[in-house]
């Protein structure tokens, strides 16, 4: 395969130009890139995320709308900002990713694991694509595993792929208590360097992608409203247009809504907050 070029101010560089630094951290944990092994697994995820440059980009770009919420809520439960790129290898920041484990949202939790933390999953809407629900239930999973595998945090990300009793049972059978030199599942082994990878490329994408914090797509403004459907059932078109916006816009901003209509019930939905008069509810416009 021949690499493809990266040009930068009317020079040739390729991707060889771009190098693994001596030491990193995760998490506040040292990687131990001075093993063989643990260097080539984490150089093999930052090139190739560097390789497809259109992919990378989007990527980088979409951090932007998807990391201020987990950026919050990890700060507000005391635990690594490092974890909110996780988001990338889990789901590429996609809401409505869905795996052939039935896995779902930013997050990708299986249903089990939803329901232990409480997303609610049935035909009309899944809460594990919501990303603020999901965040808080990943939040709360990863505390768990943190304190499951004793504040190893590799081991704990491992776990959070595989289960925590599948890494436990690899560890005892192997006989050995590090993540770097376990012998698993290959999703599981790519895992992790996979995420570190991610943090060394997106967290500084001026320096591998050309791109500065203003070309980041921003959160788009919006407030929450209470949505009451009275008949048996109401489309959601109909009440994109009484809040001032399209079907497409408002099922972008609520994905766990599975449908293109809501039974009869109450709703909290995501709308474009309230610019009149380019952007003013039905209800508020002069008739």
Request: overall charge positive; aromatic content about 12%; some cysteine.
């Amino acid at each position: 395969m021949i690499l493809p070029e990266i040009k930068r101010e009317g020079e040739r560089y390729f991707l060889s130009s771009f190098k693994l630094p001596d030491k990193l951290t995760f998490a506040g944990q040292p990687i131990p890139l001075d093993n063989w092994q643990v260097r080539e697994r984490i150089e093999y995820e930052f090139y190739q995320f560097l390789e497809d440059q259109g992919e990378s980009i989007i990527l980088a770009k979409r951090t932007g709308r998807c990391f201020p919420p987990a950026e919050k809520q990890l700060a507000d439960a005391g635990l690594p900002d490092d974890l909110k790129y996780m988001l990338l290898v889990e789901s590429k920041c996609v809401a409505a990713a869905y795996s052939k484990a039935k896995a779902s949202g930013p997050w990708q939790f299986i249903p089990s694991t939803g329901r232990r933390y409480r997303l609610k999953s049935d035909a009309v809407r899944d809460d594990r694509r919501n990303l603020e629900m999901s965040t808080e239930a990943a939040v709360k999973y990863l505390r768990y595993l943190k304190d499951f595998e004793q504040n190893d945090w590799f081991m704990a990300m491992a776990s959070y792929n595989a289960g925590e009793e599948r890494v436990r049972r690899l560890l005892k059978d192997q006989n050995i208590t590090d993540y770097w030199k376990m012998h698993g599942p290959r999703e599981t082994m790519r895992y992790v360097p996979r995420i570190i990878a991610a943090k060394e490329i997106y967290s500084q994408p001026e320096k591998y992608l050309g791109l500065s914090k203003k070309d980041l797509y921003m959160p788009m403004e919006t407030e929450t409203v209470t949505v009451n459907v009275k008949d048996s059932k109401r489309a959601l078109a109909s009440i994109a247009e009484e809040f001032g916006t399209y079907f497409l816009e408002l099922k972008m901003l609520n994905p766990e809504f599975k449908k293109d209509v809501l039974p009869r019930g109450t709703y909290q939905m995501k709308v474009p907050r309230q610019t009149c008069p380019s952007r003013c509810f039905k209800q508020d416009k002069t008739p």
